[in-house]
């Protein structure tokens, strides 16, 4: 067709696969009959339903970048589009998601034994077995390689690492069955598979973190160790180093750049319908005035060309073309204009705004929240600045 559709402006359909195409109809029939429905109240209620994980499972949609281990083995843009579909409803789903899938399952992938990826991923692609990510810590956020958490030998039992520390902000981690937790041995960052199921008594905790203004529907707390015994069976055996919890980074972010896309489609297609419904001054609908048009042409030009970019650098993803600058970049450029064009277009509701029925302010906050973890923005920016310049800018 040579018809314009404000839906799919720049036809970003054209250039997918069957294949994709078949997948991301699939994601979002699901999230659009069954999550959408769960959505307000839970955000409401600060509940993030387990189950939707083990439904994700059923219909493959965890790890699905992964080969073999029970995981899909779908191409980079389909796991795109996937988050896609997902954060359209809500930016928390798409942040339960990403932790399960590309922040622990893809670190187990990529560096985990034989006898760990048996033992968790198949159990994982089923959501049966819940993980978490344990980076960030009460003091060290953006600057996560002065990170306080530490692992010791154990001083009889060979063989095995004493884990000691706290770990903050943790998606999952009130719920997760397995925490993926990077602390320093002798100096160096390493990775460790922390078994809830297996902790001492005393020594693991997860609280939750309650009432957040942002990402309701998503579940977080800390992670705190006090001597967590951790065999060395549970330890990432090769990688050292920010080098190993920054490549599972690599792929959440680059999710993370096509989800906050489906959520601005969203805030799109909430404000052109109420634009549309809504009259004001002589009875004219909303969208006849041209400061309303210019709100919704900018988001929708933005969500497009956002969405180019992904697909973009997924296709060079698959081919091993991909760096993290590319990712710091569409990570950073689609959070902001996500947040800044869902802030714009939360004006055209007026007061109704301010009513969580309209699901508008909910994409607002739940944007902020993605702009800020995995890298804040201004982060990204110095990642980027560092490698145009060649100067480091953090310290
Ligand atoms: P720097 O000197 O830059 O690097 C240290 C080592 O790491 C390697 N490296 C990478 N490797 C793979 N991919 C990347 N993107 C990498 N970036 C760096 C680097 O090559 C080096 O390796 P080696 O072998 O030479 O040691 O480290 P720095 O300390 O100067 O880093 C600065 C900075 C700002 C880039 C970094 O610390 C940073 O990105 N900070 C942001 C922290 C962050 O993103 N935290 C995320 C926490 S997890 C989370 O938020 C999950 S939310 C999930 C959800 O709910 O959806
Ligand atoms: P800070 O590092 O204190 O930064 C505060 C501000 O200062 C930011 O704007 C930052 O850009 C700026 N700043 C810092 N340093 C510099 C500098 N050198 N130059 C210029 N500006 C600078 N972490 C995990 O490990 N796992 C998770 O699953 C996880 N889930 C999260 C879920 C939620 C809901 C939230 C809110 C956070 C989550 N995080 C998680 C933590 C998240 O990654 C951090 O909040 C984020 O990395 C920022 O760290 P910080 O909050 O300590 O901010």
Known sequence: STTFDWQDPLRLTSALTDEEIAISNMAREYCQERILPRVLQAYRDEYYDRDILIEMGELGLLGATINGHGCAGVGNVAAGLISREVERVDSGYRSGMSVQSSLVMGGIDEFGTQEQKERFLPGMAKGKILGAFGLTEPNHGSDPGSMETVARPHPTKKGVCLLSGSKTWITNSPIADVLMVWAKLEGRIRGFLVERATAAPGTLSTPAIKDKNGLRASITGMIMLDGVEVPEENMFPDIEGLRGPFSCLNNARYGIAWGTMGALEDCIARARTYALERRQFKGNPLAKYQLVQKKLA???TDAAFGL????????????????PEMISMIKRQNCDRALVNARNLQEI????????????????????????????????SLILGRAITGVQAFC
């Open 308 to 323: 180019a970019a992904c697909l973009h650098v997924g296709r060079l993803k698959d081919k091993g073309l991909c760096t």
């Open 349 to 380: 509701f007026g007061g109704n705004a301010v009513s969580d029925e309209y699901g508008i302010g909910r994409h607002v906050a739940n944007l902020f929240v993605t702009q800020t973890y995995e890298g804040q923005s201004d982060i990204h």
């Open 298 to 300: 900018d988001a929708t």
